[in-house]
């Protein structure tokens, strides 16, 4: 059974630091294309990251670039993202999700989410 | 960017009934269009990928449909646990982006 679990969200300062973790089980990690979403309290979903499956391309969204790195460690089974200078505007669940599909394959298609981490940014 | 516009933002129906929800692209995204469905409180699930091929274990009253520019969800009989809220998202290009948003609710 796929199962991915988030943690390290917290409450932090504006302009503070914050690292997210993913746990991955369940699948052939060091195969597989990693993603985060994130969602503003009440809002909609906003896409963050994506990382191919062997670390060498990543792409964000333009809000984040500069700010916030995404990273593998294979041998941990785990999924990263460094924030950065945190905005109130980051204030967000934060979800990791794998994509479709393994290997060269991968494409933008989130098939199993994990079930988030609250990150709040407040003075 | 991308932007996807889905309409309705809000659409409210009585279990049984057949329901509609469009997406529209701002350019042309071929069939490069995912439909998930968010229960409150939950993660997003997927539910459709490549604008029509609908997932594993996703019970065929969902249908998806279209291609470019515009594209529908469809509910061919709304059940109780469909109440929720639905996304599409383009995969065409980057910035990977989403639709706003449909709140289904129970009439």
């Known amino acids: 059974e796929v199962q991915l679990v988030e943690s390290g969200g917290n409450l932090v300062q504006p302009g503070g630091s914050l690292r997210l973790s993913c746990a991955a089980s369940g699948f052939t990690f060091a195969s597989s294309s990693m993603t985060w979403v994130r969602q503003a309290p009440g809002k909609g979903l906003e896409w963050v990251a994506n990382i191919r499956y062997d670390g060498n391309e990543k792409y964000y969204v333009d809000s984040v670039k500069g700010r916030f790195t995404i990273s593998k460690d294979d041998a941990r089974n785990s999924l990263f993202l460094q924030m950065n200078s945190l905005r109130v505007e980051d204030t967000a669940v934060y979800y990791c999700a794998r994509l479709c599909c393994s290997g060269a394959n991968w494409q933008s298609t989130f098939e199993y989410w994990g079930q988030g981490t609250l990150v709040t940014v407040s003075p | 960017d991308i932007q996807l516009t889905q309409s309705p933002s809000f659409l409210s129906a009585s279990v049984g009934d057949r329901v509609t929800i469009t997406c529209r692209a701002s350019q042309g995204i071929r069939s490069l269009l995912v439909w998930y469905q968010q229960e409150p409180g939950k993660a997003p699930k997927l539910l459709i990928d490549a604008a029509s091929t609908l997932q594993s274990g996703v019970p065929s009253r969902f249908s998806g449909s279209g291609s470019g520019t515009e594209f529908t969800l469809t509910i061919s009989s709304l059940q109780p646990e469909d109440f929720a809220t639905y996304y599409c998202?383009?995969?065409?290009?980057?910035?990977?982006?989403f639709g706003q948003g449909t709140r289904l609710e129970i009439k």
């Open positions: 998202q383009q995969r065409s290009s980057y910035p990977v982006t």
